[in-house]
């Protein structure tokens, strides 16, 4: 099992050292498929003027950074991926630094402050900033679980689809409820973070009952959905064969163009590196074609946020 400093000093140094031999060179370079992380979070260290909610804690000790992000992509053969601003706060900022610094590597869905209405004005202009392709919402507190019943967040759907923004959406055990959101709003894209599922639900034996609601919403064309941050909803080690069936009934049930394999890297960072967390699609999933593999490691995520 890897410490936390194994897996950031060790992965990290032979990214490094890979960057220190010549140019980058990533999976697509070499057999021509674009890998692409649906999700991986940045963040700086806290500071006067970049500070966190009071009580939270990022996933890992220590900051993960844009320079941490890129040699470890390097590493793994990762050419492309999608920053997820964590919940630390609502900025958007350093993610789009990323973008700034790579702009051909790096995107971002940006967080919004949803309990607040006023944040409407935001949408007509929020493609405008370099990088930034649409927006992530989360609600996995009961606090924010609520504002998916009690009328809070109903502003934000239709005025995202009316500025025409895909939206990541995380709700573990709630995937149903966007069945209505799904059906009103048939031009916005949804895209369901980790299948709707983690590990608590895993551990309670709630799977196929949550994945299950998962399925339930392919029959809307404008939802797909991410293989992501799997080694968390996995009770075994890798290569996680306990998530095979789970996997192949999301993939039957949507296709490869609206499935979208991601990381979160840095969260259950003991039970995989980001080269494992590829080689596990590479290399265990005997399910999918090559062709299917090319759409769902790179391809259908570029599509489905336009990023050229």
């Not at 410490?3 to 140019?23: V, Y």
């Not at 470890?72 to 991926?81: K, L, S, T």
């Not at 706060?89 to 209405?117: C, F, T, W």
Request: with cysteine; hydrophobic share 40%.
């Amino acid at each position: 099992m890897l410490s936390r400093r194994s897996f950031l000093t060790g992965t990290i140094g032979a990214g490094a050292a890979l960057a220190t031999q010549g140019p980058y060179k990533a999976a697509a370079q070499v057999d021509r498929r674009m890998i692409v992380d649906a999700q991986i979070h940045l963040w700086k260290a806290e500071s006067e003027d970049w500070k966190w909610v009071p009580g939270l804690k990022p996933q890992l000790p220590e900051p993960f950074t844009i320079e941490r992000a890129i040699a470890m992509m390097d590493e793994a053969g990762v050419d492309r991926a999608v920053i997820v601003p964590p919940t630390l706060n609502d900025r958007n900022d350093y993610a789009l630094e990323g973008h700034k610094r790579y702009p051909n590597r790096l995107a971002v869905m940006g967080r919004i402050p949803l309990q607040n209405p006023k944040s409407a004005e935001l949408l007509p202009k929020w493609k405008a900033s370099p990088g930034m392709l649409g927006v992530r919402v989360t609600f996995n507190t009961p606090a924010t679980q609520a504002w998916l019943k009690d009328g809070t967040a109903d502003w934000f759907w239709p005025e995202a689809e009316k500025a025409g923004l895909p939206v990541m959406f995380l709700a573990f055990g709630l995937v149903n409820l966007f069945e209505p959101i799904a059906q009103r709003h048939p031009n916005l894209p949804l895209i369901i973070d980790h299948m709707g599922v983690n590990t608590a639900i895993a551990q309670k034996g709630l799977m196929t009952e949550m994945i299950g609601r998962t399925v339930a919403l392919a029959k809307f064309p404008n939802v797909s959905v991410k293989m992501s941050n799997l080694p968390n909803a996995s009770l075994e080690p890798y290569p996680y064969k306990d998530l095979t069936p789970h996997l192949k009934r999301v993939f039957d049930a949507y296709g490869p163009q609206r499935c979208h394999w991601g990381t979160d890297v840095t969260n259950a960072q003991h039970k995989g590196t980001w080269r494992q967390r590829l080689t596990h699609f590479t290399e265990t999933i005997d399910f999918m074609s090559e062709s299917d593999k090319d759409w769902v490691l790179g391809r259908s995520i570029q599509q489905k946020l336009k990023w050229a």
